[in-house]
């Protein structure tokens, strides 16, 4: 059956806009990402991982599933507590950096042990499937939609469509980034960088806690 679908190019243009729209607004994926790209530090690996998660989430929600989970709340609250969890260890986590003053996007130049790429993938990993926004716009608000179209050829034109707009927006993010990179070259920059991301994740950790999704997650 695969290789008799067709893409079509307006539904394809429909699922690429509605997927821009939902990742575009800055939250804590896209502001990883582009921590990322200003400290040039694994930018490829965290692009691909936060593209491909979207993309399996965007896959899953096509099918149904996504629709189905939605009738289980026990399962989103326990999302939402892991998600806070996650957050306040990464916001405790860029204080830390910001206090040590250390960390610049000059003396990340090189840096590609095996460990820092390690948990810049599984970093990238918790922001991308520990994100209930996220989850809900992808498996819910892309894939309702993806399941809601009967023909097969559009319905595969439409997530095609999503999953490019998901692959560019991350690449476009991460690597637009190395613009502004010289501005992150001092510590100071890079302690103020640090700061405002703890105080953003510590804000949306404590809304999570209170079982409310941020609109800009």
């Known amino acids: 059956m695969i290789e008799d679908l067709e893409v079509d190019f307006s539904t394809f243009i429909k699922g690429f806009i509605l997927a821009i729209n939902l990742i575009f607004p800055i939250g804590v994926q896209n502001l990883y990402v582009l921590r990322q790209g200003l400290l040039g530090r694994h930018v490829f ?13 965007i896959w899953i929600g096509g ?5 189905a989970l939605d009738g289980y709340p026990n ?8 998600a806070s969890f996650f957050l306040v260890y990464y916001g ?13 996007a000059e003396s990340l130049e090189g840096e590609e042990g095996v460990a820092s790429l390690q948990r810049s993938i599984l970093t990238a990993l918790g922001f991308s499937l520990l994100n209930p926004q996220g989850i809900l716009e992808t498996t819910i608000v892309i894939g309702g939609y993806a399941a809601a179209i009967q023909d097969y050829s559009q319905k595969f ?16 993010l991460g690597y637009g980034a190395k613009f502004l990179r010289p501005l992150f070259k001092s510590h100071k920059a890079s302690r103020v960088l640090d700061i405002v991301v703890a105080c953003f994740v510590f804000y949306i950790a404590y809304k999570l806690s209170q079982q409310e999704v941020p609109f800009f997650m």
């Open 92 to 104: 405790f986590h860029c204080l830390y950096r910001a206090w040590k003053g250390k960390v610049t």
């Open 45 to 57: 690996a965290t692009a691909l991982v936060c593209s491909l998660s979207d993309v399996f989430l």
């Open 63 to 67: 099918t149904g599933i996504g629709m």
């Open 157 to 172: 034109s439409f997530l095609i469509g999503a999953t490019v707009a998901s692959i560019v927006w991350f690449f476009s």
């Open 75 to 82: 399962v989103k609250r326990w999302v939402m507590y892991l």
